[in-house]
Nanobody, 122 residues
Framework: VQLQASGGGLVQAGGSLRLSCAAS????????MGWFRQAPGKEREFVAA?????YYAESVKGRFTCSRDNAKNTVYLQMNSLKPEDTAVYYC???????????????????WGQGTQVTVSS
């Protein structure tokens, strides 16, 4: 599967953005789709994932919503109430396991998008 992320940009604190990740291939429905982010000088970290269920990092729970449209082979990350600490490059990823227990780890994800920059100004 190949992934193409889009939707990043510059937004003020408290604002919203919606990221999209379009996937190629006919087995999209069998994948767990994840979102990760990497801030400057920091390691990449888990943000959200959707497969058998939907999972969120504590830092974004209640503000971000991950969803998928299987007809469009696309996964979304709706980000509301954005904070300056949400500034990062956001990556989508695909793991070929629908009921993925270790969704927060990078290792199960075999395909990664190119990343899209999200900048939140204070």
């Amino acid at each position: 599967v190949q992934l193409q992320a889009s939707g990043g940009g510059l937004v003020q604190a408290g604002g919203s953005l919606r990221l999209s990740c379009a996937a190629s291939g006919r087995t999209f429905t069998k994948y767990t789709m994840g979102w990760f982010r990497q801030a400057p000088g920091k390691e990449r970290e888990f943000v959200a994932a959707i497969g058998w269920s939907t999972y969120y990092a504590e830092s974004v729970k209640g503000r971000f919503t991950c969803s998928r449209d299987n007809a469009k082979n696309t996964v979304y990350l709706q980000m509301n109430s954005l904070k300056p600490e949400d500034t990062a490059v956001y990556y989508c990823a695909a793991a070929p396991v629908f009921a993925l227990s270790s969704y927060w780890r990078e290792a199960p994800y075999e395909a990664w998008g190119q990343g899209t920059q999200v900048t939140v100004s204070s």
